[in-house]
């Protein structure tokens, strides 16, 4: 039986993007699949290196049917990662939208009960985010944004992190369940599922 991988998507944000691409350097058996808006911020904050240093499989949102979605029907992938995830891409998921790549990968690992974790941008009323060119700036989330990201959570299947050690961490808890199920013959191992 094939290994199954992880789906890392990433959207247009540079809020811990540097911190995302950080964590993907340090896991095995990844495809990334790059928003159009992600391609362009990445080379905008100079992270082209960082995501080549991965060295995962990048697929970038070049078709409008979403084509890359299929592999979730192929059960190619255990989990699906979004980090980092806009408040646009976030509001689109909240209501089901289904237009861009990321938007499709979402709810397609939905539909085929693929865990989801996701790193929303905007997760309290005031943070500092990264700006081109190493500068920090001052945000301050709308309500709305907030109210968005509060939906999510209560979606099936789905695990919504606030920063980025949760994120890795719960990433590694997902990961080390998974391999006690497959050392256990899918025997399952209750008490280590932190969903």
């Not at 964590?23 to 082209?48: C, H, K, P, W």
């Not at 499709?104 to 009323?125: E, M, P, W, Y």
């Not at 989330?141 to 695990?159: C, E, G, H, M, S």
Request: charged content about 20%; overall charge negative.
């Amino acid at each position: 039986m094939r290994t199954q991988r992880l789906a890392w998507a990433i959207t247009g944000s540079g809020h811990y993007l540097r911190e995302s691409l950080a964590i993907l350097q340090t896991l095995q058996d990844v495809d990334i699949y790059l928003s159009r808006a992600a391609a362009e911020i990445i080379q905008q904050y100079g992270f082209q290196s960082a995501l080549e240093a991965t060295g995962h499989k990048v697929y970038q949102d070049k078709t409008a049917s979403s084509v890359p979605v299929e592999r979730f029907y192929e059960g190619v992938y255990h989990s699906l990662v979004i980090s980092p995830a806009t408040s646009n891409t976030i509001a689109k998921m909240a209501y089901g939208f289904s237009d861009s790549l990321v938007t499709n990968l979402f709810a397609q690992a939905g539909k085929t009960r693929v865990h989801s974790i996701l790193f929303a941008c905007d997760t309290a009323a005031e943070l500092e985010s990264e700006a081109p060119r190493d500068n920090m700036v001052k945000v301050f989330p709308r309500q709305i944004d907030l109210d968005n990201v509060a939906k999510l959570k209560q979606f099936a299947d789905t695990t919504v992190v606030e920063d980025m050690a949760a994120l890795q961490d719960v990433i590694m808890q997902r990961l080390a369940t998974l391999h006690d199920l497959h050392l256990h013959d899918g025997i399952q191992v209750l008490d280590t599922l932190t969903e």
